[in-house]
């Protein structure tokens, strides 16, 4: 190490001209080394600038911020009330209508790619994920609620009807609302959306398992769908759940979409043909016409948001490159 | 399950038809109906995607013309025909600015993670937390410049607007440049330290030119989504029915914010500088991906 400092020592004189190289260098990797901070900082002041600006609303609710039901933020009398739990629930119905749609067509596509694709169908494949990602999410909204929402309603009454009857079912696919607005288009929306995250994510983690594990399967006999559960799928697990935390993240983050066809209702209903809105919903429809602490409750909505997408990200990335540390390991 | 090939049939049809024609019926049709549904969930995903191309295609052609393209936005929801000037104007000055912005500082984060940080803890860390970034909600971004930027300047301006977009793509600037500056070959960072030149020097004149093709295209996808982002927008820029050429004052507008304005009325002319809004919208960022593209496969025909 030392031989060869004063290698270069000898040698730069020449070349950079005296110790201004040294300077240059240092200045150099410092200034790069900024940069790459301020990632750091950036996440940093976000957590610390929101909160304060957030701090008079959360304050004043105290932790019913999230535990009340009830967003009035200018009753007719008395102190104004956020309660932001009605679009906690929303925000979580949503995702969850989205993983349940997209989540099995994304792993559908992922395996279609590794396992099955034909070498010139595989490029068009991955186009058409690659466009599903590149259309802006206000376009998907636009096309949700003057194309699709006004057309699901139909499906939506046909459900109703059929599922009536069902005790418990009845209550889940209840009398849809009639503009197709709803926690479930905002979850078919969403289901498009995610599955570009959701693909990517999974086709790495799937492209990782072994050759030498499916040619094992398939030397025993086993057909390709044995093959993909009893060999595939054990190997990537762990990956497959970190892709599945990436689209919940995505999902739950989404606001312009959801906030055209969720409805825009304060509702907390099992009913998912029913109006309802999403924490990011509710900061873009309401931020513009907001003052004081009206204002300061919208960004504490933005807090929470901050928060748990931060921990569910944080966590998948975790678990993926867990599970491609654990992949790399046992193949070298 | 072993007994039911029998071993004149395997010595026939060798390994693969082994497989289809021996398989007890249960098995096979288990295996049929699961090939069908993989191959049905490519299907599932082009649906949405032809249908949105078609429609957004359809109805934003029927007002598209020079006039849209040209003329202010009228400042009735209610009244029909063209203008989206200022909403382009908006969007090609604002996702501009946020690529002078983020881009450079991208690239040189990116340096910073694949020359001096290596894997040194520190650089995981910013690693793993410029991931995470891109997984924040970009309306998160919006409520943070507005906290930072325009609660203190008193003003929503284009440049709060250009500071939430940049925000949304330096960890994705920094992330896919990295991926490619891990592609340099390391014999020429050790050809360029052997004749002497210091490490900046070696990154500068030798990493960065083998890697800038990769490195411009990545960019270019990170300003194609940009392009398309409203939500930080809503916050930060305020409205403007006229071209607003000057970033730092005055209320701005672009396109995704026109369309969810518009698109959120019930009134027809809203709903049609919608639609043609998003057309306009679509294409742009189609241009930049298609560059994007070829800009890639340029650099792979280069480097062959």
Same mark, same amino acid.
């Given at each position: 190490m030392s031989t060869r400092t004063t290698k270069e020592e000898a040698a730069r004189p020449a070349l950079s001209g005296g110790s201004g190289g040294v300077r240059v260098e240092r200045l150099f990797s410092w200034w790069t080394l900024a940069t790459g901070l301020l990632v750091l900082a950036i996440l940093a002041l976000i957590l610390i600038t929101t909160t304060?600006?957030?701090w008079p609303a959360l304050q004043d609710m105290g932790l019913r911020f999230i535990t009340s039901s009830t967003w009035d933020p200018n009753p007719a009398s008395g102190n104004p009330v956020f309660g932001s739990l009605a679009f906690i629930y929303g925000t979580a119905v949503s995702s969850l209508i989205a993983l349940l749609i997209?989540?099995?067509?994304?792993?559908?596509?992922?395996?279609f790619l590794t396992e099955?694709?034909?070498r010139r169908l595989r490029g068009s494949a991955v186009m058409v994920v690659d466009m599903l990602a590149a259309i802006p999410s206000v376009v998907f909204g636009l096309w949700g609620v003057l194309v699709l929402a006004p057309l699901l309603v139909h499906v939506y009454r046909w459900v109703h009807d059929v599922f009536a009857p069902v005790p418990g079912l009845n209550s889940i696919f209840g009398e849809p609302v009639g503009t197709g607005r709803s926690f479930m288009t905002a979850g078919v929306i969403l289901a498009i959306m995610i599955i570009p995250i959701v693909t990517s994510i999974s086709r790495e983690v799937l492209?990782?398992?072994?050759?030498?594990?499916?040619d094992a399967a398939f030397a025993l006999g086993a057909t390709q769908w044995e093959m993909i559960t009893g060999a595939v799928f054990p190997h990537s697990f762990g990956g497959l759940v970190g892709a599945v935390m990436l689209g919940l993240g995505r999902a739950m983050g989404e606001t312009i979409a959801v906030s055209l066809v969720?409805?825009?209702?304060t509702n907390i209903t099992p009913n998912v043909f029913a109006g309802g809105n999403s924490m990011a919903a509710v900061i873009v429809q309401q931020f513009g016409e907001s003052t004081g602490t009206f204002t300061a409750a919208l960004i504490g909505l933005g807090v929470v948001l901050f928060a748990m997408t931060v921990v569910i990200n944080l966590a998948a990335r975790l678990v993926v490159r867990r599970a491609e540390i654990r992949v790399r390991g046992a193949a070298t | 399950m072993t007994t039911t090939v029998p071993p004149a049939e395997r010595a026939d049809a060798g390994p693969p038809s082994l497989r289809r024609s021996a398989l007890a019926p249960r098995r096979r049709i288990t295996n049929r109906i699961a090939m069908v549904l993989i191959t049905l969930a490519l299907v599932i995903a082009v649906v949405p995607l032809a249908w949105v191309t078609i429609s957004v295609l359809a109805r934003g052609l029927e007002i598209m013309s020079w006039q849209f393209l040209t003329e202010d936005i009228p400042n009735s929801y209610r009244r029909h025909g063209p203008g989206m000037a200022p909403a382009i104007v908006g969007t090609f000055l604002i996702t501009g600015a946020a690529a002078l912005l983020a881009v450079p500082l991208g690239i040189f984060g990116a340096i910073y993670l694949n020359e001096y940080g290596k894997q040194r803890p520190l650089a995981q860390v910013i690693r793993t937390m410029a991931d995470v970034m891109t997984g924040v909600p970009s309306i998160v971004m919006g409520l943070f410049i507005y906290t930072v930027v325009v609660v203190v300047t008193g003003e929503q301006t284009g440049f709060a607007g250009a500071l939430a977009l940049a925000c949304l793509m330096l960890p994705i600037v920094i992330r896919s440049s990295e991926e490619i500056l891990r592609l340099v070959p390391d014999d020429l960072r050790q050809a360029s330290l052997a004749l002497g030149a210091r490490q900046w020097r070696t990154i500068l004149t030798v990493v960065?030119?083998? %890697? #800038?093709?990769?490195? *411009?295209?990545?960019?270019?996808? %990170? #300003?194609?989504?940009? *392009?398309g982002e409203t939500a930080p927008l809503v916050a930060t820029i305020g409205i403007a029915f006229t071209v607003n050429p000057n970033l730092f004052s005055g209320q701005n507008t672009a396109?995704?914010?026109?369309?969810?304005?518009n698109a959120s009325q019930p009134f027809e002319g809203a709903q049609e500088r919608a639609w043609g809004a998003a057309l306009t919208l679509v294409v742009i960022?189609?241009?930049f991906t298609v560059v994007a593209r070829v800009v890639v496969s340029r650099f792979a025909i280069k480097e062959r």
């Open positions: 304060k600006q957030a997209g989540v099995p067509i994304s792993i559908g596509i992922a395996l099955l694709a034909p492209s990782t398992v072994p050759q030498a594990n499916k969720i409805g825009g209702a | 960065l030119p083998a %890697a #800038i093709s990769g490195i *411009a295209s990545g960019a270019l996808l %990170a #300003i194609a989504r940009a *392009a396109l995704p914010a026109q369309i969810f304005r960022v189609f241009v």
